[in-house]
């Protein structure tokens, strides 16, 4: 089974599997591994953020990066901005596939649950949610 989603959709997802109320164990077993691997995805999604950054930012003597009184990274003189934003914006677009390998049946276990869930999610949450048990629901059948 694969879950495909975009780098954008990950913290979404940690979210929810964060927060959400699973009172089964074979479900809350699925939700470990789907939250352990979306954990990778996020932090290997942050240090690909981190090195557009670092190519347009400014950096100390021991290479880490400077930021102004505002909490910004401060771009270099030449810096193009433009580009800076249309590189990061197509790093979030970028797909993120889930593989449950041995882990199939849990990701099963807390799909199954998730789809009868009652706990209340955000508007975004609700998305990646939706786009997941899709995913799902047309892998079953």
């Known amino acids: 089974m694969e879950l495909h989603l975009q780098n954008k959709d990950l913290k ?3 979210n929810v599997l964060e927060t959400i109320t699973v009172r089964n164990m074979p479900a809350n077993r699925g939700r470990a591994k789907l939250l352990m691997h979306a954990t990778k995805k996020f932090e290997e ?3 690909d953020e981190l090195d557009i950054i670092k ?14 009184a505002s909490g910004h990274f401060v771009p270099k003189t030449d810096a193009d901005m433009t580009l800076v934003n249309t590189l990061v914006t197509e ?12 882990y199939e049946k849990r990701y099963e276990d807390f799909l199954t649950y998730l789809s009868s869930c009652e706990d209340n999610f955000d ?5 990646v949610i ?9 892998a079953s059948k």
């Open 91 to 102: 790093l979030s677009a970028e797909p993120v596939v889930f593989s449950a390998g041995e």
């Open 55 to 68: 190519k347009f930012a400014e950096t100390d003597a021991d290479g880490e990066l400077l930021v102004n």
């Open 130 to 138: 939706d786009t997941i048990l899709d995913q799902f629901e047309g």
């Open 45 to 47: 999604y942050g240090q």
């Open 123 to 127: 508007a975004e949450a609700v998305m």
């Open 12 to 14: 979404a997802l940690i």
